[in-house]
């Protein structure tokens, strides 16, 4: 059994993923880069072990069970035991989405990956998380999935483009998370959303204003929540978002 705290990282081999296991990793955590591409993953666990960081490869595909089981038999002979999971892993599904124009067919692959990836995860490491003394669970979303800032009843009105897949993605990943948090509840285990801001990543063609960095920066801090923190919450770096 490691005595480092061990943190698996989704989607880690670019963008958000990777400077949140460079954040983490720079507090003397040891990192698993997921991710299902060999050469991305390989050349990430290469960038950060030349920072001094404790990483090592999960090939990982969150759509798929079999990829999350033998992550998690991976992870278990690496380490024993899992103390933080970010699953950060996304797609948005390409543009446009109007909902009279969407092929369905689009909705499907992005729920698959942005919230029953999120679930196929989780539960594939729960065993693990829970043989932790302080196993925390970080969700990415995004404000885009807040109900109350797309309809403009939020203090703060942030609509961006209509995406009937990814937005609603990200809604789904809030509640699902909710419901997470109330099975856990009486648990060790925290387990919140986080949103990074619009961050410039291949996601959105670069558009963002934020860097990664900036990004990754509400992940860490839910990945060191004291004991006594928050749990079935919604965050930004500015506080909690509405629903």
């Given at each position: 059994?490691?005595?480092?705290?061990?943190?698996?990282?989704?989607?880690?081999?670019k963008g958000i993923g990777y400077e949140i296991a460079a954040g983490?990793?720079?507090?003397?955590?040891?990192?698993?880069?997921?991710?299902?591409?060999?050469?991305?993953?390989?050349?990430?666990?290469?960038?950060?072990?030349?920072?001094?960081?404790?990483?090592?490869?999960?090939?990982?595909?969150?759509?798929?069970?079999?990829?999350?089981?033998?992550?998690?038999?991976?992870?278990?002979?690496?380490?024993?035991?899992?103390?933080?999971?970010?699953?950060?892993?996304?797609?948005?599904?390409?543009?446009?989405?109007?909902?009279?124009?969407?092929?369905?067919?689009?909705?499907?692959?992005?729920?698959?990956?942005?919230?029953?990836?999120?679930?196929?995860?989780?539960?594939?490491?729960?065993?693990?998380?829970?043989?932790?003394?302080?196993?925390?669970?970080?969700n990415m979303s995004s404000s885009v999935g807040s109900l109350a800032?797309?309809?403009?009843?939020?203090?703060?009105?942030?609509?961006?483009?209509?995406?009937?897949?990814?937005?609603?993605?990200?809604?789904?990943?809030?509640?699902?998370?909710?419901?997470?948090?109330?099975?856990?509840?009486?648990?060790?285990?925290?387990?919140?959303?986080?949103?990074?801001?619009?961050?410039?990543?291949?996601?959105?063609?670069?558009?963002?204003?934020?860097?990664?960095?900036?990004?990754?920066?509400?992940?860490?801090?839910?990945?060191?929540?004291?004991?006594?923190?928050?749990?079935?919450?919604?965050?930004?770096?500015?506080?909690?978002?509405?629903?």
């Amino acid at each position: 059994m490691s005595e480092r705290t061990i943190a698996l990282v989704t989607g880690a081999n670019k963008g958000i993923g990777y400077e949140i296991a460079a954040g983490l990793g720079a507090l003397g955590w040891s990192i698993g880069v997921g991710a299902r591409d060999d050469q991305r993953r390989k050349a990430a666990v290469e960038r950060l072990r030349a920072a001094g960081v404790d990483a090592f490869g999960v090939p990982l595909d969150v759509t798929d069970d079999a990829s999350a089981t033998a992550a998690a038999r991976l992870i278990e002979e690496q380490a024993g035991c899992l103390d933080v999971l970010v699953n950060n892993a996304a797609i948005t599904g390409g543009m446009p989405q109007e909902p009279t124009r969407v092929d369905p067919a689009t909705i499907r692959t992005v729920v698959e990956t942005n919230v029953i990836g999120v679930m196929r995860v989780t539960n594939a490491m729960m065993p693990l998380l829970r043989r932790s003394a302080s196993p925390r669970i970080v969700n990415m979303s995004s404000s885009v999935g807040s109900l109350a800032r797309q309809s403009g009843t939020a203090g703060e009105l942030l609509r961006g483009p209509v995406a009937v897949a990814y937005a609603p993605s990200k809604t789904f990943l809030n509640a699902v998370t909710l419901q997470y948090a109330r099975e856990l509840s009486g648990t060790n285990i925290l387990i919140n959303a986080g949103c990074p801001g619009y961050v410039a990543t291949d996601l959105n063609g670069f558009r963002g204003v934020r860097t990664p960095e900036q990004g990754a920066a509400i992940a860490i801090r839910l990945a060191t929540l004291p004991d006594d923190g928050p749990t079935g919450q919604f965050f930004e770096d500015a506080g909690v978002v509405p629903w």
